[in-house]
């Protein structure tokens, strides 16, 4: 988790990453959301690769990713110059937000510049991009000079990727990938993502850690949620989201949230679960006690309470959890508040994926 025992990739390997890169071959690298699976973003027979890998339908756009200057003070980075070639009509609040939170996990949807490639805006006429703040990122990107696209490396519908060996096994078999390591990634969910693309309207496509909370606070810019858009006619026109699909980031265990106290409520669905059920626990309250479902073993697993914590470990508990062969995990629900919407959001649909069946869902 901490940045002093992430082990930095020496310059020779970002290098070799690099030459990759501009070969139209695809690398994996750390963000300090998830692991991106990248590709030169001018390059589409190297975009169409990674379709083809993640096994993601050709319509779902990726983002741009993009190298902050290597300023000291990084309040003064001028990012117009890097955007221009990508973007039509960077607005007031498209600045205010990129000096507030870039590098970070927030990603922007603009309108796109003419010569941006279909292949990997899905055919629509915005642009996604982002600036991730994770130091191998940062180095691949300057070295590169150029966009990456990087869609999370896991393969479509199953949950992303937190470490270099999560991407190794996600694609082992399939794919003979040049993985850079950065450690665990901190933020442990996906960017924020805000539509700026439908004129003055700000608009919250996919929840994050940073909130609307956090925009209002540092920039004064109100983010509307999709439902309560100002102007109505914004919402038919509103972009495809590949999170947005309700089979999302989900574990091949059937996974359920259970309300307060509640747990048996949740365990009705599966009258058949006679044996190993996992059950995330608030590490902030005391155990469940033994009045459980009476022919079920349960065995407890700590959660953190914190929202921000929760976040970095949730893909790895859910993945650590897979593997160990439960017939139900039960996690439970996230408390109201702004805070929780991120990882509210990505646990709703990885419920409603989960299961052996969970690709067929997930391509819904
Ligand atoms: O944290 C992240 O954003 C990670 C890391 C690797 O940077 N990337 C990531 O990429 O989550 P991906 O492809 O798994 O999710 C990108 C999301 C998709 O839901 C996609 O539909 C949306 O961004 N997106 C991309 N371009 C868009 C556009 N022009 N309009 C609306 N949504 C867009
Ligand atoms: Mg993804």
């Known amino acids: 988790m901490s940045r002093d025992n992430t082990p930095l990739q020496t310059s ?10 501009r070969d139209g071959g695809l690398v994996a690298f750390p963000t300090e959301t998830v692991y991106g699976l990248g590709a030169d ?34 309040a003064q980075i001028d990012w117009v110059p890097l955007l221009t070639p990508w973007v ?6 498209a600045l ?7 590098p970070g996990p927030l990603t922007l949807v603009f309108k796109k510049e003419k010569s941006v490639l279909n292949e990997l805006t899905g055919g629509q006429d915005t642009v996604a991009i982002r600036a991730p703040a994770h130091p191998v990122a940062q180095e691949l990107l300057r070295k590169f000079k150029g966009g ?34 950065g450690g665990d990634c901190e933020v442990g969910i996906e960017s924020t993502i805000i539509d700026l693309s439908s004129g003055d309207c700000a608009t919250l496509l996919r929840p994050g850690v940073i ?35 309700r089979a999302h980031y ?43 479902h009476p022919s079920a073993h349960f065995e407890e697993v700590e959660v953190p309470s914190n929202s921000t914590t929760f976040a970095s470990r949730l893909y790895r508990s859910l993945r650590d959890l ?43």
């Open 12 to 21: 020779a390997v970002i290098n070799e990453a690099v030459e990759t890169l």
């Open 41 to 74: 973003a001018k390059n589409a027979e190297a975009i169409k690769k990674i379709f083809t890998a993640k096994g993601r339908p050709s319509n779902h756009p990726l983002i741009v990713h993009l190298a902050a200057p290597d300023k000291f003070d990084q």
């Open 88 to 93: 039509r009509d960077l607005s007031e609040d």
């Open 96 to 102: 205010k937000l990129m000096n507030a939170f870039w």
């Open 148 to 181: 990456v696209v990087a869609p999370s490396a896991n393969r479509f519908g199953k949950v992303s990727p937190t470490s270099a060996a999560d991407v190794r096994n996600e694609f082992e078999g399939m794919l003979d990938l040049m993985v850079l390591d």
């Open 211 to 245: 909130t609307p909370k956090d925009i209002l606070a540092k920039t004064g810019i109100t983010v509307y949620q999709p439902g309560e858009a100002k102007d109505k006619n914004l919402i038919e026109g509103l972009p495809r989201v590949a999170g947005s699909l």
């Open 250 to 292: 989900a574990p091949t265990t059937p996974l359920r949230l259970y309300a307060p106290g509640r747990v048996l409520d949740a365990l009705s669905e599966f009258p058949d679960i006679k044996s190993r059920v996992a059950v995330a626990v608030w590490d902030s309250e005391s155990s469940l006690g033994e009045d459980g």
């Open 322 to 364: 897979d593997q160990q062969g439960w017939d139900l995990i039960l996690f439970p629900e996230p408390p109201a508040g702004e805070e929780w919407d991120g990882v509210r959001d990505r646990l709703q649909r990885a419920c409603f994926g989960s299961g052996p069946s969970s690709s067929s869902h997930a391509s819904n």
